[in-house]
């Protein structure tokens, strides 16, 4: 994975030195910067930390390794921006067209699809964590888990939910899920602020265009991957002791589904506010919340609670020798 994301800052590196021409070296650098920045703001959304996280869970609690699932879905992901961007370079100029135009198709498409797809997707797999929370809580209670306490979830809402969860049973499959995830607004925004980046320099080739969706990619990619790894992590910790654990798995995974299900229900609003043509005056409240720094804040509160843990878990062996 780390050697994709090398090979990604690579040629967007090569394809921005092509495109430099004297005088803007300096120029060239900042869009280059500019363009992994916003890759990496991109890859702390909280859409994309809400998916990559609640996702390793699930997966966890099936036994199906995690690592790659930030990769896959970053991956998926940015295939939209690179791909219009191609688009763009063989002269479909009218594309352009529709990502700046407010009252065209291609920009109402996005604004409904993206939040509808994003809600969706996070409240389904809110909905399949809730078994894995009630087997930490009653463990929590109980001062430990059970070996029958780590069967996969049942009941009639497992059996319900089974037909919409068969098809993503390994971490690549997430591509498909991160490419749908990228057919929203944000994306479309994107895409246009990275071609109008590519046009400031004059005088070269349009394929050189490419260096900043490659970086941009490479950006977003490398903090996805990061997310995913670190989450694994964070969550398989409590796997390895059935006994001591169940208190640190019960807060970690609650945090997780309670920031899907928040997440997911705002965004199937929006896209019902979107699909209302804006006219829906009873949900105009969602103007007002703010989710820019959600994303990095649900990551550090995740990853504290995490170091917490560690810490008590130490401190205790040493008071026990």
Do not use: K
């Not at 049973?169 to 994306?187: C, K, N």
């Amino acid at each position: 994975m780390f050697g994709s994301v090398a090979v990604l800052f690579t040629v967007g590196i090569a394809l921005a030195a092509a495109s430099q021409i004297p005088g803007n070296r300096a120029l060239s650098m900042a869009l280059c910067i500019t363009a992994v920045g916003l890759g990496a703001r991109h890859a702390f959304d909280i859409d994309h930390i809400a998916a990559i996280d609640t996702t390793t869970r699930a997966f966890l609690a099936r036994g199906t390794r995690t690592e790659s699932i930030g990769f896959w879905f970053a991956l998926g992901h940015s295939t939209i921006v690179v791909s219009a961007v191609v688009l763009l370079c063989l002269g479909f100029n009218a594309f352009t067209a529709q990502l700046s135009d407010e009252g065209s198709g291609l920009y109402a498409f996005a604004g409904i699809w993206g939040p509808a797809m994003a809600g969706s997707f996070l409240l389904l797999a809110a909905i399949l964590n809730l078994g894995p929370l009630r087997r930490a809580f009653l463990a929590m209670r109980r001062g430990g888990y059970r070996e029958q306490d780590r069967a996969l979830p049942g009941g009639v809402l497992g059996r319900v939910l089974q037909p919409a969860i068969a098809r993503v049973t390994r971490p690549w499959h997430m591509y498909v899920v991160g490419f749908l995830f990228g057919l929203g607004f944000d994306t479309a925004s994107t895409i246009g602020l990275l071609a109008l980046g590519g046009a400031v320099v004059p005088g070269a080739p349009s394929w050189t265009a490419l260096a900043l969706p490659v970086l941009f990619t490479a950006g977003m990619v490398l903090f996805d991957t990061l997310d995913g790894i670190l989450m694994q992590h964070a969550y398989a910790w409590s796997q390895t002791d059935r006994t001591r654990r169940a208190g640190y798995d019960f807060t970690i995974t609650a945090v997780s589904v309670t920031v899907a299900l928040a997440v997911g229900t705002l965004s199937l609003l929006e896209a019902a506010r979107t699909g209302a043509g804006g006219s829906a005056g009873a949900l105009d409240w969602l103007d007002a919340i703010d989710l820019s720094t959600a994303g990095p804040t649900v990551v550090a509160l995740l990853l504290a609670i995490w170091g917490i843990a560690v810490l008590a878990r130490r401190s205790t062996q040493l008071r026990t020798r």
